[in-house]
């Protein structure tokens, strides 16, 4: 009876006979995962089951027959078994005979099955020997070590210092760019603690956040100061994380890299900022100094001019001493005004709300600005559409100074002709905004650049909404743009 027969057949034999236990071991025998011969003392195979015959691709036939070790070897000589050998081991196996001694070693066969095979000897000189499929474990340690190759490549190679620690703390790997980074040999920086690294003033919120790394919160990253080997402290920037790999304890894996440039240039940035508030505080002061040493000559020349305008004038003459008081108390809310800057950088501008007259605010520009029309040989008009209240509600020293600044500059690029100033409203997509154009007259020049000219065109200016409020919704936000009329 051979290990090869159908397990039925052998079960079939009388319970408690010398036969059936027989077939029990046979039954096992071919269950086996590992391949299995055995041999007598004179090398001769007692035994062979079928996970050996199919692992070394062996005939049944012949071992059914029960061959001897080197009826075996010349069996697989002949079908190729060796031939990616050297000659020399093929010479070697033609002539070894059997030996029942204990060995282990290992062989890939021509299918690129890798076993590993196991001699034991038994008492009678005869020996058991074992043939265990090692090829996937083989090709996992290979891929496993491939890939910590690769890893340990890229650790030991990178700029930045990688860590690997336990939970208790203790480092289990520091790469070679240690050196680098912070002149410790990584063996010596391995048994440091960290209390001894870590700036005093770092230590405690970067222990903290390292005790919080869980499941949760997987992933934390620190910026902080670690010491160097010669004294003097570094800036680091840490990414510690939880790595757990299958069947291993938690590890953290902790990265860091070197900013201390960065942080300096933050550094000098901020203190950069600090100088620039500094200076804008003391410009504000100098402004406000100021301010208030050149308004003190004006108020006694405002009131030299009250004193004139009591008076008994004629009508030219009152004309005159009531432009000086218009422009010297504009003046006077120019130079209240030189605060300005400081009031926007600390947000604090507030505009006027009160009632004014636009007529009279015409009437005090036309007063302004007709001198110097009258010296370039231009016609300066004003014109209030019917459809415009008479008093608006808003802030008229700054529409003032932005009509000022923008009839100056119409005079200042028109060449010939004559400038008009119209105030009106117009609908727009939104709520109605106020308006007021400029242009010169037909005929006239305007030079919008020096060696340029052109005529007919016409300036229209939307004012704020905060500027004017009541009587007319003006337009916000400021906008304006030269278009042809």
Known sequence: MTATEPAARRLALPEGSVQDKTAVLEITLDHMDQGLMMFDEHGTVQVCNRRAIELLDLSAE????????????????????????????????RTSGFEGKHQVYERIRPNGTVLEIRTVPLPDGGAVRTYTDITARRAAERAGAQSERRYRLLAENASDLV???????????????????????PDEFATIPNRELIHPDDYPNVEEKLGR???????????????????????????????????????????????TERQMQAAELQA??????????????????????????????????DLLAAENLDARKRSYVEAITSSGRHLLAIISNVLDFSRIEAGKLELERV????????????????PEATERGLDLSFEIQPSLPQTVRGDPTRIRQVLINLVSNALKFTQRGSVGVTLSSAPSRGPEHGYGSMWPTPGSEFRNQPEKKCSSRSFRLTLPRRVVTRGLAWGWPFRSSWSKR
């Open 213 to 259: 790394l869980s499941g949760v919160q997987p992933r934390t990253v620190t910026v902080h100061r670690v010491r160097h080997r010669d004294g003097h402290y570094i800036w680091v920037e840490a990414v510690a994380k939880l790595a757990k790999s299958e069947g291993a304890d938690e590890h953290v894996l902790v990265t860091a890299r070197d900013v």
């Open 355 to 370: 009632d004014f007259s636009l007529a009279s605010l015409l009437d005090d520009l036309h007063l302004l600005m007709a």
């Open 272 to 305: 950069e900022k600090n100088r620039a508030e500094e200076a804008s505080k003391a410009k504000g002061d100098f402004l406000a100094v100021m301010s208030h040493e050149i308004r003190t000559p004006i108020t006694g020349m405002l009131g030299m001019v």
């Open 62 to 93: 012949l071992m059914t027959a029960k061959p001897t070790f080197a009826a075996v070897r010349e069996y697989q000589l002949r079908s190729g078994e060796f031939d990616n050998e050297t000659e020399a081991f093929r010479s070697w196996v």
């Open 163 to 185: 860590i690997l620690r336990d939970r208790a703390g203790e480092r289990i790997y520091v790469s070679p760019s240690c050196k680098t980074m912070l002149g410790y040999e």
